[in-house]
């Protein structure tokens, strides 16, 4: 991993209580077991429901959108209260085989995201398909 300051303090810590987004992956990559919130406003949570008709999505964190299945424990709404967050930290450190589910299943999330470096080899891949294919041959 990086030796940025937020990647210190994951791998630092003995479980991640954070939001939804790229520091779900970050953790999974460098091991941390998380709790993951996500808490709209009243009213978008209002209008995405009533209005734009948009239900209760499967998964909302990274890491349970690549494995497709709940690998992280998600908090939504008026779920992500400070007991239930405290209750999901708990069970993370009360249980090693909690702790090794999470290990097992983020191998598998690394796995699925592959080898460092994917942007310059896909740079390279689209660099080489362009000296391939001169204009007006694509």
Do not use: H, M
Request: with cysteine.
């Amino acid at each position: 991993f990086t030796q940025e300051p937020g990647a210190v303090v994951i791998a630092a810590a003995d479980a991640l209580v954070s939001k939804s987004g790229s520091v779900n992956i970050e953790a999974a990559i460098i091991g941390t077991p998380q709790v993951v919130l996500y808490k709209l406003s009243r009213l978008t949570w209002w209008v995405a429901k009533n209005v734009l008709r948009i239900g209760k999505p499967p998964f909302i964190s990274p890491v349970n959108l690549l494995a497709e299945k709940c690998v992280v424990p998600e908090l939504l709404q008026g779920e992500a209260t400070a007991e239930a967050i405290a209750e999901q930290v708990f069970l993370i450190f009360e249980s090693s085989t909690r702790r090794k589910q999470y290990a097992d299943d983020y191998q598998a999330v690394k796995v699925q995201l592959g080898q460092p470096g994917v942007l310059s080899r896909v740079a390279q891949d689209i660099l080489q398909y362009l000296d391939n294919n001169p204009k007006g041959n694509n």
